[in-house]
């Protein structure tokens, strides 16, 4: 009985929780559930930085693991994206399914950004769609047009693509959609994939407050982000190996740098990193044209800005054809044929003046379409010659 008592007198006082630990552990917890409760409000309160940019690409992209292409389309993919519906066929491309092998079709494919991938825009209304349609009506079944493009792709990214690729499908020709920002990184669709890569691999990111916190600090808006890629020291060591001298003697492009405009798109223009990078993709595409016997034409897409003074990216335009003139790439610039239509008219929703519309389209298909007609009346006169 003396025995009983002892151990009833000794075991409180030992399952007593020592008095640190006790507080250590309150503490602790007190500070979860005010963590937990700043989290909810967060949620309740705070826009997720991401969301302005998950408008479908989050479904549609991937990172690729070529460094020169970056990201990707994911085969197979399909839903609303980029204010369109997008059907990603099983080769990677914004279409219906291809055959690799064309057969005897005189086949053209199309390299791009967003407006030769067709934002906004339906199926059928991207130049690409609307060449096949009249190259249909003129030659039948023979012409085939296949639109590689990917949404914020610079000319790099679409001779890396045109490599690991568009090669399979055998292309006589190859046209390059150049829009004045390709010369730089503008990429949208980088910025997101990046920013989601940092928030996928760490739990913390996934906390609706610390990515608050992350954007407001490091203010990674669009124009941001596009400004710290193309610092000339950021963007001379991230492309480093992939930018071609421009040499002192060359005054004549020299002298055009010089003259254009310190305003976005054309600013870049006056950089001889960004112009060097740009005749570094340009051989990259003159290479592989050769390799594979393939025509390249490179199509100059206007920024959508006329002014009573004139067009103030024109040296810009002049900047462009004279690189790919380098490479013996033929060059349409349907300047002109743009400027008989009022920017608004031919601008997305009418205010966009990077992106044409339908309209704008119809005027890039016709052109490609009297560009390649005597290609194909050429090529019909060789095949009608005695063997």
Known sequence: MLQQNMEDQLQPHQRRIPLWLALSLTVAMSALIALAAIELLARLLLPDPLAP???????????????DIRYELIPGMKGRAWDTDVVINSAGFRGPEAQTAKGGHFRIIALGDSIAFGNALPADAPFSNQLQRLLTQDYGERCEVLNFAVGGYDTLQEAALLRRRALAFEPDLVVVAYSLNDIGVASVNQAYLEHLEK???????????VRYLDHWLSTWSVENWESQQNDLAAFERKFRGRIDPIGPEERELRALMNSVPERHPSSWYRDAAHVGRLRYAFRWLSDLSKQNRFRVVITIIPWMVWTPSGYPFEKAHQIVALEASRFGFDVIDVLSRFREHAASTLALWGTDPGHPNELGHRILADALRDYVMPILAGRTADAAQPK
């Not at 940019?53 to 460094?67: A, F, K, Q, V, Y």
Request: glycine share 4%; aromatic share 16%; no cysteine.
């Open 53 to 67: 940019l998950e408008t479908g690409r989050e479904l549609m992209l991937r990172t690729s693991d070529d460094p």
């Open 199 to 209: 928030y996928r691999h760490s739990w913390f990111y996934r906390l609706r407050l």
